[in-house]
């Protein structure tokens, strides 16, 4: 909620302070479903093509999150490099949530997994889990050309 506020309050102050790309916002339901909110601020050329009230400063889409996405991770790993093992690592974090369980479910030890983990971090230029999972995130935005 912090997050979404903040997000709110930058773009009521303008396309710059919320970044003329927009962000991409994880939120959990009260029911403890899993969404994310994907924020695009109105320039003056966007707000004249959706003919729009000029008062209107975004446009939310919501949707509900799937980070496990097999089409997601695989164009995350295609397009950072990841090793087959990489990416059966990458699937297992983000399905069951950290490194502990992911080891347990893979049969392998901790030791491993964060092995592969600190390759993945240094192929996409992160350094924590949570960064992970954002990049993974931004990638599924409807902002975000995909590579062909």
């Not at 903040?6 to 962000?23: N, P, Y």
């Not at 994310?36 to 400063?57: C, F, G, W, Y």
């Not at 399905?95 to 369980?101: A, D």
């Not at 080891?103 to 092995?115: C, D, P, Q």
């Amino acid at each position: 909620n912090r997050t979404l506020r903040a997000a709110l309050v930058a773009a009521r102050d303008g396309e710059v302070a919320l970044g003329g790309k927009g962000t991409s916002i994880p939120l959990r339901g009260s029911d403890g479903a899993e969404f994310i909110v994907h924020m695009l601020p109105l320039n003056a050329a966007r707000q004249k093509s959706i003919e729009t009230d000029r008062r209107a400063a975004v446009i939310l889409f919501i949707k509900r999150n799937d980070p496990g996405d097999a089409t997601a991770i695989a164009a995350f790993a295609a397009r950072f490099g990841l090793t087959p093992q990489e990416t059966r690592v990458l699937q297992t974090v983000v399905e069951v949530g950290g490194v502990p369980m992911a080891a347990e479910m893979l049969g392998i030890s901790s030791a491993t997994v964060r092995t592969h983990v600190t390759g993945i971090f240094d192929k996409t230029g992160v350094r924590r889990q949570a960064d992970l999972l954002r990049l993974l995130m931004e990638m599924k935005s409807p902002f975000v050309r995909q590579p062909q």
